[in-house]
């Protein structure tokens, strides 16, 4: 990947170049193309491409600094990674590992464009980590890239954030989980502050149940599952042989008989998913009753990382607040620490 002979063809730009390995004939394409819609090429993208410190170019990063993005630019970008355009040379782009996008307002069609790229990109352009916070992403969107990572299509993405696409929801969430049931190569989903409502607890619940899924990771943080949305996850998270990690932060997970009765399905999913160790319930007001309720899974010892809101009692708090420093997740005399914080 990229020895040092590649990054001096890569310099002169001119004929003899490495199949797919040239940020100077990428940056070409992406000029070429941005020119043919009618567009500016952003000046980030343009730099980074033009950098000498970063070769071989394995991460595109793009903010709003000039500007976004916008759905025409990810198009433009996408279509250059892949090399296939009109007078394009060079093939796809083989080096590119990671996109991240940060308020590049890329919308649907620009999530579409980098769809594609999973989707068809193949063997070529294998992307390991796609970022796209605050990106007005939505159902189509959405829909676009769970088709990109169902099955047979994409295997080589293990993370996927979403943050901040408040435009998702629980209509996009559905979508892409409709994708994503059938995939067993993503480790990582990131969906925090998406306004997931407690209609997508289904969905990420059915997702869960994918016998073949590898997904450690996922966090629904800053969302409103509440208590209806935690009970439709919990038979899907109970039947799930692969996460680690789950995060339902701040979802509006409340002290009431509703709620108390969703914390005795989620308690037992967790005492039932075998490799489940980090557990976030915090900014969540479960009360007395949910605390208890939650008592048991923590019994296990198994759970090496769990917290919860810091409004509880002090006994109940520190019974239940743990976290992991690296060598097993204490319980002990951090929960003070916590409270105060709160």
Wanted: aromatic share 4%; net charge positive; charged share 25%.
């Amino acid at each position: 990947m990229g020895p040092k002979k590649s990054d001096k063809k890569a310099t002169k730009g001119v004929d003899g170049e490495v199949q797919g390995e040239d940020p100077a004939l990428f940056l070409q394409n992406y000029q070429r193309f941005s020119r043919l819609i009618g567009i500016s090429a952003n000046p980030k993208v343009v730099a980074q491409l033009q950098s000498d410190e970063n070769q071989p170019l394995a991460q595109i990063v793009v903010d709003d600094e000039h500007g976004p993005l916008g759905p025409g630019g990810t198009r433009a970008l996408m279509t250059a990674i892949m090399g296939t355009g009109q007078d394009m040379r060079g093939g796809p782009y083989r080096l590119i590992k990671s996109l991240r996008l940060w308020r590049a307002h890329c919308g649907d069609e620009g999530a579409r464009s980098i769809a594609e790229v999973l989707r068809l990109g193949g063997a070529e352009v294998k992307l390991e980590y796609v970022e796209l916070f605050d990106d007005n992403i939505g159902p189509t969107g959405a829909t676009a890239l769970g088709q990109s990572l169902s099955i047979g299509c994409n295997k080589s993405l293990l993370s996927l954030k979403l943050d901040y696409n408040p435009s998702l929801g629980s209509e996009g969430t559905a979508a892409l989980c409709r994708g994503l049931r059938t995939n067993s190569s993503l480790k990582q989903l990131h969906l925090p502050y998406c306004d997931l409502g407690s209609d997508a607890g289904a969905p990420l619940g059915e997702m869960l149940s994918y016998t073949k899924l590898q997904l450690a990771v996922l966090n629904l943080q800053g969302n409103r599952l509440e208590a209806e949305g935690t009970k439709a996850l919990s038979p899907g998270l109970a039947r799930n042989r692969s996460l680690v990690y789950l995060s339902l932060a701040d979802n509006g997970i409340g002290s009431g008989d509703a709620d108390v009765d969703a914390l005795e399905d989620f308690r037992d999913a967790m005492m039932s998913c075998s490799t489940l160790t980090h557990v976030d319930l915090l900014y969540n007001r479960i009360g007395e009753r949910g605390a208890r309720v939650m008592l048991p899974a923590l019994e296990q010892n198994r759970i090496k990382h769990f917290l919860v809101d810091a409004t509880l009692p002090t006994p109940l708090f520190e019974a239940l607040h743990r976290r992991d420093s690296g060598g097993g997740g204490k319980k002990g005399k951090k929960g003070g620490k916590g409270k105060k914080k709160k």
